[in-house]
C-alpha cells in the first residue's frame, strides 16, 4: 500500500488505554491543574505526532445516570474537563464504549458538542446510526490518518436512524453487519494513510484475548484496517504483528479512581508508541506506566519489573518477540512476523 501523501517521514502515534475523568478524578480537578491526570507523562506525549485514547466517560454538564437497563457504574466530568485532554493534545478520542451514555441522550449529544468545540476528533458514537459509524480524519506531519470506533458492549446503546448512541458491532464477521462494516472500511481506506480500527471488545479481565478477538482483528486487517487499538478488559494483553500490521489487544487503563485488583493490577499499563514510514510499520515501543493518586505516571521499581514481565509474557504467546530496552525505558516489540 502506498500512501496518499507519498510522505517517508515518519509518523509517530500513541494510544493510551481508558481515560476516564468522571467520580473522584473530576473532584480532584476541581483544586488542581488540567494537565495532572497526565502526572510525569505529559512530556512523553507531547513528543509524538498524534495522540488517541479511549474516553470511558461522558463529558457533559446534564442528565441522569442511565436507568433503563441495569447498569452499576456511571462515570461523568463537567463538561470543561475536555480541557484536560486539550492539555495532553490527544487529537482523536473513541466513543464506542460502555459509558459513552451513562448519563443519557442529552449528556451524550452535550458531549458531542463539547469535543467539536474543542477541535477534539471523535468516532463511534453520534446523534444517529450515520454520525455513530462517520470516521474521525485528521492529519499529522503530513499523513491523513483515520479512526472508525465499535463496540459490543452494550447492546441496547446501539444508535438508529433517528436515536442516538453508539456504534455497536458483535466481534465476529459472520453477523449481519458486517456487510456494513466492510463498505465503510472500504470507503475510509480509500482517504487515508492509515487506518486505525479501535474495538472496545469483550468484558473486565483476563490477558488472554479470545479466539474470537484474534479472528475478527485479522479479518479487519485484511479488509483494508492498518492498526488494530483495543481495550475493555482493564489489564493489558498482547501484541500480534499480523501481515505487518499490530494488534493492540488491550491497552488497558491510563487514567481513573478505580479500585487496584492486586491480581489484575489495573493499575499498570504502557503509552503505546506506533511509529511508521511511508506504508510500513517501522517501530512499536510500549512504556510503563501506572495510576497512583488519580494520574498516570511512568512506572518504575518493582511496578515496571511486573508490567513489563507480564507483557514480554503474554507476546510471547501470540508469537511475538520483545525485549526492555534499558536505554530507552521501554519495551521494543519487534514489528516483523515472526
Known amino acids: 500500500m502506498a500512501t496518499l501523501s507519498g510522505d517517508s517521514t515518519p509518523l509517530r502515534l500513541l494510544f493510551l488505554g481508558d481515560v476516564m475523568l468522571g467520580r473522584l478524578v473530576n473532584q480532584v480537578l476541581q483544586q488542581v491543574d488540567v494537565t495532572y491526570p497526565w502526572g510525569n507523562t505529559l512530556e512523553l506525549l507531547l513528543q509524538a505526532d498524534t495522540r488517541i485514547c479511549n474516553l470511558e466517560c461522558v463529558l457533559a454538564d446534564i442528565g441522569s445516570p442511565w436507568s433503563l437497563t441495569p447498569k452499576v457504574f456511571h462515570f461523568r466530568a463537567d463538561a470543561c474537563k475536555v480541557a484536560v485532554l486539550q492539555a495532553a493534545r490527544i487529537e482523536t478520542v473513541s466513543l464506542a464504549n460502555n459509558h459513552t451514555l451513562d448519563f443519557g441522550y442529552e449528556a451524550l449529544l452535550q458531549m458531542l458538542s463539547v469535543l467539536r468545540r474543542a477541535g477534539l476528533h471523535f468516532a463511534g458514537a453520534g446523534s444517529n446510526r450515520l454520525e455513530a459509524r462517520q470516521p474521525a480524519l485528521w492529519e499529522a506531519a503530513g499523513r491523513k490518518l483515520g479512526l472508525l470506533a465499535l463496540t459490543d458492549n452494550e447492546p441496547a446503546w446501539e444508535a438508529g436512524p433517528e436515536r442516538a448512541g453508539i456504534w455497536y458491532m458483535p466481534m465476529t464477521m459472520s453477523d449481519s453487519r458486517a456487510l ?12 487515508v494513510d492509515w487506518l486505525i480500527v479501535s474495538l472496545h471488545w469483550g468484558g473486565n479481565w483476563g490477558y488472554t484475548p479470545p479466539a474470537e478477538h484474534r479472528a475478527f482483528a485479522h479479518a479487519l486487517i485484511d479488509a483494508g484496517a492498518d492498526i488494530v487499538y483495543g481495550h475493555s478488559s482493564h489489564v493489558v494483553r498482547g501484541i500480534e504483528i499480523y501481515r505487518g500490521r499490530p494488534v493492540l489487544y488491550s491497552c488497558g487503563d491510563f487514567v481513573d479512581d478505580y479500585a487496584v485488583d492486586q491480581h489484575e493490577r489495573n493499575d499498570l499499563s504502557f503509552i503505546f508508541s506506533i511509529e511508521v514510514s511511508g506504508s510500513q510499520l517501522t517501530r512499536l ?38 525485549r526492555w530496552s534499558e536505554q530507552e525505558g521501554c519495551l521494543e516489540i519487534a514489528v516483523g512476523e515472526v
Open 180 to 191: 456494513e462494516l466492510r463498505a465503510v472500511l472500504k470507503a475510509v481506506r480509500a482517504q
Open 285 to 322: 515501543q510500549l512504556y510503563p506506566t501506572v495510576i497512583r493518586a488519580f494520574q498516570a505516571r511512568r512506572a518504575y521499581g518493582s511496578d515496571r519489573e511486573e508490567i513489563v514481565a507480564t507483557m514480554l509474557r503474554l507476546c510471547t504467546l501470540l508469537g511475538t518477540a520483545a
